[in-house]
T-cell receptor
Framework: DAGVIQSPRHEVTEMGQEVTLRCKPI?????LFWYRQTMMRGLELLIY????????DSGMPEDRFSAKMPNASFSTLKIQPSEPRDSAVYFC????????????FGEGSWLTVV | GNSVTQMEGPVTLSEEAFLTINCTYT??????LFWYVQYPGEGLQLLLK?????DKGSNKGFEATYRKETTSFHLEKGSVQVSDSAVYFC???????????FGSGTRLSIRP
């Protein structure tokens, strides 16, 4: 079975531009998580979904960030407008149920905003 | 609230050295405890886990024992290899909850 698939793997964009990161979770998984990783703040949970519904978005840094999950096999994380401080690795992860111990991470989207 | 604290890195060792990465947690009740590993350029992947007190998780020569009395879950390996160079994350999760709480990560570098 394919793992969590993220795109793009790398993106360099100019400040002020819109950035859209995409994620396809593992088929059959009910939970989808978006994380951000930086040297300064480590690994932060931004938002997670259960059955396509956002459950907790308390980690979303500000209104410039938004996430959607229109169906069970696709999610997006959008930053508009982007700023240099948004430069980070963004990970998508999924798990089968709340009782599942393990969550499965994608390889990440490396974002650089110049 | 619930949290995980790990020793700060980076940790640099020579090949075949003994490894310990400390992890302590703050939580009520009985969470499951995990170590995740992140190799360069990749996402995190589960290394080992323990679901109750005194359980020992093990994988790829790594071990960690769930110590409730000291609220710890230290990662150990008897003889490290260059290929073990990675960032290691300690984490906890309640079975009834969706979220995993991660520590800040410890970068490990192994010299040949």
């Amino acid at each position: 079975d394919a793992g969590v698939i993220q795109s793009p793997r790398h993106e360099v964009t100019e400040m002020g531009q819109e950035v859209t990161l995409r994620c396809k979770p593992i088929s059959g998984h009910d939970y989808l998580f978006w994380y951000r990783q930086t040297m300064m703040r480590g690994l932060e949970l931004l938002i997670y979904f259960n059955n396509n519904v956002p459950i907790d978005d308390s980690g979303m840094p500000e209104d410039r960030f938004s996430a959607k999950m229109p169906n069970a096999s696709f999610s997006t994380l959008k930053i508009q407008p982007s700023e240099p401080r948004d430069s980070a690795v963004y990970f998508c992860a999924s798990s089968f149920t709340a009782l599942e111990d393990t969550i499965y991470f994608g390889e990440g989207s490396w974002l650089t905003v110049v | 609230g619930n949290s995980v604290t790990q020793m700060e890195g980076p940790v640099t060792l020579s090949e075949e050295a003994f490894l310990t990465i400390n992890c302590t947690y703050t939580a009520t009740g009985y969470p499951s405890l995990f170590w995740y590993v992140q190799y360069p350029g990749e996402g995190l992947q589960l290394l080992l886990k323990a679901t109750k007190a005194d359980d020992k998780g093990s994988n790829k020569g790594f071990e960690a024992t769930y110590r409730k009395e000291t609220t710890s879950f230290h990662l150990e390996k008897g003889s490290v290899q260059v290929s073990d160079s990675a960032v290691y994350f300690c984490a906890l999760k309640y079975s009834s909850a969706s979220k995993i709480i991660f520590g800040s990560g410890t970068r490990l570098s192994i010299r040949p």
